[in-house]
């Protein structure tokens, strides 16, 4: 029988996951397909409930229900520790829970600049994907400050690090000593694709400017570290590749052809902005 995986999330009609995972399947000749559900906060139970009674084998889970999701599986060590999930695998009972973000964020950005072991970062965001990617920048010896809109998510996640917490008005004279900015916040992300919480005046050039965010594949960030002509600016469409990757293992026991992967987002971001 074919196997059905999803993701889920809200806004989810722009998710690239479904176009990335399919290519995997098709390369791979799996009878198995990868679809898009919008699921409101206040039904996540019943959509994991639900899949797993309809037998689905694997979801992920995406914007603003990573928090959410972890209460109605067994997570693991990593995810419970993280308080998120991004990934559910079904083939066990009860489903179990995983965070394939924080490990996705890592390899995006040591492909890129080596170890993050020492470097000054400055995260924008406290959110579900936000607390994954700052777990491992901790775990792998970053200097990290923490910088968001709501103080007491902030303050909670630096507190929980042993990190430092700032308010989004301080980024700018913080950003002076980091050598790392990570956008892990969903601003800047379609349709509200002019948004930014930093702009060029407020980076230098020894920058390196990551985005997690991945549509549109040029964020406004993207722009402006470009205009401020930083050292490095890493998008978006690789940490999902990676968190993408880590997920299929997870539900298939097999590695995942990350360039098949890449290609796939990347060719659909092509189309979309020509549109
Ligand atoms: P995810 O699970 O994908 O990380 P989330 O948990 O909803 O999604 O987190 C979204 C992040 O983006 C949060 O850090 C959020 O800040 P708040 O904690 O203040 O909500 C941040 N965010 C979203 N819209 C924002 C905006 N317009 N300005 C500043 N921060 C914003």
């Not at 968190?243 to 097999?254: C, L, M, P, R, S």
Request: glycine share 8%; charged share 30%; proline share 4%.
């Amino acid at each position: 029988m074919k196997e059905i995986y999803g993701v889920i999330g809200d806004p989810i009609e722009h998710s690239l996951s479904p176009v990335m995972h399919n290519a995997v399947f098709k390369e791979l000749n799996m009878d198995a397909i990868y679809l898009a559900f919008r699921v409101p906060r206040e039904k996540v139970k019943e959509a994991i409930v639900g899949a797993k009674s309809l037998g689905f084998s694997g979801l992920n889970v995406t914007i603003p229900l990573k928090e959410e999701a972890i209460k109605f599986v067994k997570p693991d060590e990593l995810a419970k520790e993280i308080g998120a999930i991004n990934t559910i695998d079904f083939s066990e009972d009860p489903p179990r829970g995983y965070n394939t973000d924080g490990i996705g964020a890592k390899r995006a950005l040591e492909e890129e600049i080596g170890e993050v072991k020492g470097k000054n970062v400055l995260m924008l965001g406290a959110g579900g994907a936000a607390k994954a990617i700052a777990f491992y920048l901790k775990k792998e010896g970053a200097k990290l400050i923490i910088a968001n809109r709501t103080e007491e998510r902030g303050e909670e996640l630096a507190k929980r690090l042993n990190a430092e917490y700032i308010r989004l008005e301080n980024v700018k004279s913080r950003l002076k000593e980091a050598d790392v900015l990570i956008n892990a916040t969903s601003v800047g992300m379609f349709p509200d694709d002019n948004a930014t919480l930093v702009t060029a005046d407020m980076m230098h050039p020894e920058l390196v400017v990551f985005d997690i965010v991945y549509n549109p594949l040029e964020t406004r960030l993207m722009r402006e570290a470009k205009k401020a002509g930083v050292k490095c600016i890493i998008d978006g469409v690789k940490m999902l590749v990676y968190q993408g990757a880590v997920a299929f293992k997870i539900w298939t026991g097999k590695e995942a052809p990350v360039e098949t992967m890449e290609r796939a987002v990347r060719e659909a971001l092509l189309k979309e902005k020509q549109k």
